[in-house]
């Protein structure tokens, strides 16, 4: 599964920073806004243990994490809903992103100048909230004027339709956004094509001082409130330390600069947990002397469908997955271990995968 997370904010709050910790792929970090003109997208590999695990158990020819894109998006401003700054290019690539990490400034510094002058994370926070919802506004009123045409017709579907876009509108109107109402299916039904900005699913990034690192400050408690009130998430990160640890090149090294600080995982972990919680993932295991690879799937799906990320006949010849759970192959050590011991399951197309399965497939086609 292709899925991408777009990192975004006001100029200079430490969204590129960030996303070079991140990423190999460097973006340019300058003191000026806009310094990020095209999106950035960096392949992340997924920290996961339990992949070092059954490396150690099955001693494979290679390893394969499982992946996560971070898009690093241009600056927005004030007016951007109106195409100012670089907003209709902001626009158009948040549309494409599955999360949004919104990276709001929680530090002074006076050598990184901010582009309204002062440090107000929930006005930074409500600045980008308004142009979004400004241009879902008019994405909503668009589709309100086609379906109106429509429902002069006679249409009654339209109608119900349209009596969705109009709860919508008025959401909107009320300067709130689309994920923090609860919907119907057949509500959602009448959006889906139009990508709502604000129906996406967010994580705030407090990116946070040094010294803050473990408590945070004053600036991030206000986001912290703030989220809450949505029921959003928020991480504290220190972008300039993420940028330290990213240029160790081996775990350990990484592991000893952590203990430093005193901190158990970098930002870049959290962040990660986070967005796969945030959009429902969970991981399952492959597993064998070629290859110990991880999957992402959404939780809840089916065998036959966890296949269908392997490859598209997987899922189309579905006939049964073998399944070991982690713990099982833990401690009867291998795959020949765990089935004479009785804990090798054979499942069928209706078989919901659990986080950290480890599966084989058979499939005919």
Request: net charge negative; aromatic share 6%.
């Amino acid at each position: 599964m292709a899925l991408r997370c777009g990192i975004v904010g006001l100029p200079n709050v430490g969204k590129s920073t960030l996303f070079n910790a991140l990423s190999n792929n460097k973006a340019e970090a300058a003191n000026f806004p806009f310094c990020t003109i095209e999106p950035n997208v960096g392949v992340i590999s997924v920290p996961d243990e339990r992949l070092e695990m059954l490396k150690d158990l099955v001693n494979p020819q290679k390893v394969t994490p499982t992946t996560f894109e971070f898009v690093d998006i241009a600056g927005l401003v004030k007016g951007a809903s109106k195409g100012e700054g670089l907003g209709n290019q902001f626009l158009a690539n948040i549309r494409e992103v599955d999360a949004i990490a919104h990276v709001v400034r929680c530090f002074e510094n006076e050598n990184i100048v901010h582009v309204d002058g002062r440090i107000k994370p929930i006005a930074d926070k409500e600045i980008i909230d308004t142009e979004l919802q400004l241009k879902d506004l008019e994405s909503v009123e668009k589709k309100i004027a086609k379906v109106e045409r429509t429902v002069k017709g006679g249409d009654p579907k339209a109608k119900k339709e349209l009596a969705s876009l109009q709860m919508y509108r008025d959401v909107l109107l009320e300067g709130k956004n689309i994920r923090s109402i609860e919907s119907t299916e057949e509500q959602l039904e009448a959006i889906e094509d139009l990508q709502l900005l604000t129906g996406k699913p967010v994580i705030y990034v407090a990116n946070v001082d040094e010294g803050s690192i473990h408590t945070g400050n004053a600036f991030s408690n206000e986001l912290v409130a703030k989220a809450k009130e949505e029921g959003a998430e928020v991480i504290i990160v220190c972008a300039a330390i993420e940028a330290q640890i990213a240029e160790f090149d081996t775990l350990e090294d990484r592991k000893v600069f952590l203990a430093e600080y005193g901190l158990k995982e970098s930002g870049l972990n959290k962040l990660i947990k986070a967005a796969y919680t945030l959009l429902n993932l969970i991981t399952y295991f492959t597993a064998g002397e070629k290859e110990v690879r991880a999957w992402t799937i959404h939780r809840g799906w089916k065998a036959p469908q966890a296949a269908g990320v392997i490859h598209s006949d997987f899922e189309k010849g579905f006939i049964k997955a073998e399944v070991i759970k982690l713990p099982d192959y833990q401690t009867y050590k291998t795959e020949s271990g765990c089935r004479d011991a009785g804990k090798l399951a054979i499942e069928g197309k209706e078989y919901v995968v659990k986080d950290g399965d480890i599966m084989h497939f058979r499939f005919n086609v």
